[in-house]
Nanobody, 120 residues
Framework: QVQLVESGGGLVQAGGPLRLSCAAS????????MGWYRQAPGKQRELVAG???????NYADSVKGRFTISRDNAKNTVYLQMKSLKPEDTAVYYC??????????????WGQGTQVTVSS
């Protein structure tokens, strides 16, 4: 069984920073890409940032220059450093990971989500 557990969400004033963490645990063979998604009320879940096992990153246009994704492969953890937060960043943030099992099948896992609220 594999689990992704997010932490670091909360309430922050506009312009402030916040750092999210997501740790994978359980029977992990290998982790390919990891990423962060978010879902605001009444909206679809959207990709915020992704990072490959080799460290290549991609970002949604709305967060480029403000958010930084990183990962610690030794700890099976992915981070999202957010700065210059805006009220429109308010959403539930979900961690996502693509993992390979010993038979090299790829499986997608999701965390339970962490609320980020940015006050104006």
């Amino acid at each position: 069984q594999v689990q992704l557990v997010e932490s670091g969400g909360g309430l922050v004033q506009a312009g402030g920073p916040l750092r999210l963490s997501c740790a994978a645990s359980g029977r992990i063979f290998s982790i390919n890409a990891m990423g962060w998604y978010r879902q605001a009320p009444g909206k679809q879940r959207e990709l915020v940032a992704g990072i490959t096992s080799g460290g290549r990153t991609n970002y949604a246009d709305s967060v480029k220059g403000r958010f930084t994704i990183s990962r610690d492969n030794a700890k099976n953890t992915v981070y999202l450093q957010m700065k210059s937060l805006k009220p429109e960043d308010t959403a539930v943030y979900y961690c996502n990971a693509e993992m390979q099992d010993p038979k090299y099948y790829a499986n997608i896992y999701w965390g339970q989500g962490t609320q980020v609220t940015v006050s104006s």
